[in-house]
């Protein structure tokens, strides 16, 4: 993942608005050694025609944030709402107007040796410029990682536990590594469970298919905006079901979907075309929807999105810029 982190750019910390290289934390916080966080990732993409950043879903991430925070025993003291406002306050202050990538990040904060908890925690809320995750435009090539997907009862793979994610970076190393672009982790029953940092998606005789949550993956909120779209827009049949890894090499179509990601077309997996090597038309379709949806060019989805300089009240005077041939 590549994002510019300059050091002047404004975050939220400690329930102040500072500047990122003022945002310190101490060597012996208990989150840096026992890996005691939990992250979130929301994606603000910007429409130059509204000239307006739309935040995809921010009360939905933080609602889940503050869910899984739970898990830790993190109690985040502002509601979805209120760290809604927080982001967009951040975006308003730093004058974005190009992509933006938001990083939430609840931790435990004591600073002592001593692996269990108490209650010291702390969050903050970083929002960076960010491109293209995969640069996937003309789809990338797979790999099953010989890592396996952590299991639920040793660290839960559906919250964004910081310590987790030594098991992504380890699978996403070792594919690079490998000449990959990207790991599919398979789950401790080899089913396929999801890439390193996102959800998989398979086209097999027209419908879609992706692992259930009880696969140890990630409840990807592109996933379900995914599965919201594809049923509704296109009409497909969509089905959560266990995958077998042998079904990667025999499906129609196959893609990743994640905050960071988007939709990535995956063309190759494990040396072998996914079909004809070419993107499909059902993962075209999907691309297509999800970045119209985004960008505000749906109206029908429009209660996904939140604006950052103006109110959608201001933008539904202009909606022909907003919303042109792709009305939903
Ligand atoms: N799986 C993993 C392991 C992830 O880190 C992510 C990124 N958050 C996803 C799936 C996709 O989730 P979302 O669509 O909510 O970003």
Redesign the pocket.
């Known amino acids: 993942m590549q994002a510019d982190a300059d050091p002047k750019v404004i975050v939220y910390f400690n329930g102040q608005y500072m500047p990122l290289e003022e945002a310190r934390v101490g060597i012996l916080t208990h989150a840096l050694h026992y890996g005691t966080g939990v992250f ?2 929301i994606r603000a993409h910007w429409n130059e025609a509204a000239q307006d950043l739309f935040v995809m879903r921010p009360v939905e ?1 933080f609602e ?1 944030w503050k869910h899984n925070c739970g898990i830790l025993r993190i109690d985040v003291p502002a509601s979805p709402e209120e760290l809604t406002a927080i982001t967009i306050e951040l975006m308003r202050r730093n004058g974005f107007r190009t992509n933006v990538y938001v990083r939430p990040l609840a931790y435990k904060s004591a600073e002592r040796v001593g692996v269990s908890f108490d209650e010291q925690n702390s969050f903050a809320v970083i929002a960076l410029p960010f491109g293209e995750y995969l640069h996937a435009e003309k789809g990338i090539h797979a790999g099953v990682s010989s890592w396996r997907r952590i299991e639920d009862n040793a660290i839960p ?1 559906r919250a ?1 536990i910081c310590g987790a ?1 030594v098991n ?1 970076a380890l699978a996403s190393d070792e594919a690079r590594q490998c000449g990959f672009d990207e790991a599919i982790f398979l789950n401790e029953n080899g089913h396929v469970a ?6 998989i998606f398979m086209v097999r005789k027209g419908v879609l298919i992706t692992p259930p949550v009880y696969e140890n ?9 995914v599965m919201q779209l594809a049923r509704r827009e296109l009409g497909l049949q969509v089905v959560e079901r266990p995958i077998d890894r042998s079904e990667l090499y025999v499906c129609d179509e196959l893609f990743f ?5 988007g939709i990535a077309p995956i063309i190759r997996v494990d040396h072998r075309q996914v079909k004809d090597g070419k993107i499909g038309a059902m993962t075209r379709g999907v691309q297509q929807l999800y970045f119209n949806a985004t960008r505000g060019h749906m109206l029908a989805y429009w209660k996904w999105l939140m604006p950052v300089y103006q109110s959608m009240t201001q933008h539904e005077q202009n909606l022909i810029s907003l919303v042109g041939v792709n009305a939903g």
């Not at 993956?217 to 905006?225: C, H, N, S």
């Not at 979907?257 to 990601?261: E, I, L, P, S």
């Open positions: 979130e990732g991430h889940r793979a964004k994610y992504s999801e890439g390193a940092t996102c959800n993956v990630l409840e990807g909120i592109t996933r379900d905006a979907t994640g905050t960071a990601v």
